[in-house]
């Protein structure tokens, strides 16, 4: 069971808007630490997506957006695409495991 | 443009240690950043394995802490794990991962930027 929660899969048409949760505590994200969001191809390695809750690394389409608010943060993608298609997941810092903490990851479909 | 390459056995027995190396390129080892190690078993999600800060400062999972080592070697350029004991359940795709200092400066990384393709392991007889 994975520190950080997120939602098993998420759908969309293309073109429509859809988000992603990740769910923490008082030991991560509530305690302030900042949470990264992960693109991952299958059969490839995970790219850079979203980094300190909010700011978009060189390279990345302003489609993927972040949040963060109490012990949650969330990844938006507007506009979505079939080249979106992916798993997408969040990490952050543990204070209590003294490490870093991925969530389990969500499967994002273009409908 | 730094670049990771993770290179080590693909088979490894039983209780024996699986030993994996980083090679950086297009970049020092000896730069302030955090090298760390991220594993992926077939079909899950990815776990943090353990990480080493250029000055050799060293954080493990807690739950792998007791069976794993990571080390610098500067002369090389590269970054290595160690995982002793291993069962099927440390079959995975293991990745290695640099992370930029975080600011303000802290005892453990923050986020992964750059990442190595990743060299699949498998634990069997």
């Known amino acids: 069971q994975s520190v950080l929660t997120q939602p098993p899969s998420v759908s969309g048409a293309p073109g429509q808007r859809v988000t992603i949760s990740c769910t923490g505590s008082s030991s991560n994200i509530g305690a302030g630490q900042d949470v990264h969001w992960y693109q991952q191809v299958p059969g490839t390695a995970p790219k850079l997506l979203i980094y300190?809750?909010?700011n978009r690394p060189s390279g990345v389409p302003d489609r993927f957006s972040g949040s963060k608010s109490g012990t949650s943060a969330s990844l938006a993608i507007t506009g979505l695409q079939a080249e979106d298609e992916a798993d997408y997941y969040c990490q952050s810092y543990d204070s209590s495991l003294r490490g870093s903490v991925f969530g389990a990851g969500t499967k994002v479909t273009v409908l | 443009q730094v670049q990771l390459q993770e290179s080590g056995p693909g088979l490894v027995k039983p209780s024996g240690t699986l030993s994996l190396t980083c090679a950086v390129s297009g970049g020092s080892i000896s730069s302030s950043n955090w090298w760390i190690w991220v594993r992926q078993p077939p079909g899950k999600g990815l776990e943090w394995i353990g990480e080493?800060?250029?000055?050799?400062?060293?954080n493990y999972n807690p739950s792998l802490k007791s069976r794993v080592t990571i080390s610098v070697d500067k002369s090389k350029n590269q970054f290595s794990l160690k995982l002793t004991s291993v069962t099927a359940a440390d079959t995975a795709v293991y990745f290695c991962?640099?992370?930029?200092?975080?600011?303000?400066?802290?005892?453990?990384?923050?986020?992964?930027?750059?990442w190595g393709k990743g060299t699949t392991v498998t634990v069997s007889s």
């Open positions: 300190d809750n909010t």
């Open positions: 991962v640099r992370a930029p200092p975080p600011l303000p400066p802290q005892p453990h990384s923050d986020y992964m930027d750059v």
């Open positions: 080493i800060y250029h000055i050799g400062v060293t």
